[in-house]
């Protein structure tokens, strides 16, 4: 198995969820740079889906999304082994359904994506304010 500088980090997943949580929290890239430590123009080229974090930044930015770095990390081989769900019991119920419907083999990441994004607007429009 030849791995040529192949990045084990799927970045678009880690951009996306950069994005995601910056827009929740209502801040920029600049203050998602001062929070975390890793610089405004290396956060955009990661939400662009062009970057290659090194393993500083990618434990920076999943410690601050609060998350497992698992949650980011490309699937290896062709192995037929089942995906393990991996999420932390104090997540958002977006994510951890996210995470499961990623991990489902009858899923394109396309119809995964999908399907997460209308659980997460059925969620937010149905949860109620006082249980976030």
Do not use: C
């Not at 970045?11 to 203050?31: H, P, Q, W």
């Not at 119920?93 to 394109?108: S, Y």
């Amino acid at each position: 198995m030849a791995y040529k500088n192949e990045s084990l980090i799927n970045t678009v997943e880690l951009g996306r969820a950069i994005k995601r949580r910056r827009e929740e929290l209502g801040i920029s890239l600049r203050d998602v740079a001062d929070l975390t430590e890793v610089s405004a123009s290396t956060l955009s080229r990661i939400e662009n889906g062009t970057g290659k974090p090194d393993a500083d930044n990618i434990a920076r930015l999943t410690s601050w999304l609060d998350m497992p770095v698992d949650r980011v990390m490309k699937k290896q081989g062709t192995s037929e082994n089942i995906e393990a769900v991996v999420y932390y019991p104090h997540e958002a119920m977006p994510e951890i359904i996210e995470a499961h419907l990623r991990a489902d083999r009858n899923l394109t990441p396309e119809t995964a994506k999908a399907l997460s994004e209308l659980f997460r607007v059925a969620y937010t429009q149905f949860s109620s304010p006082n249980k976030k």
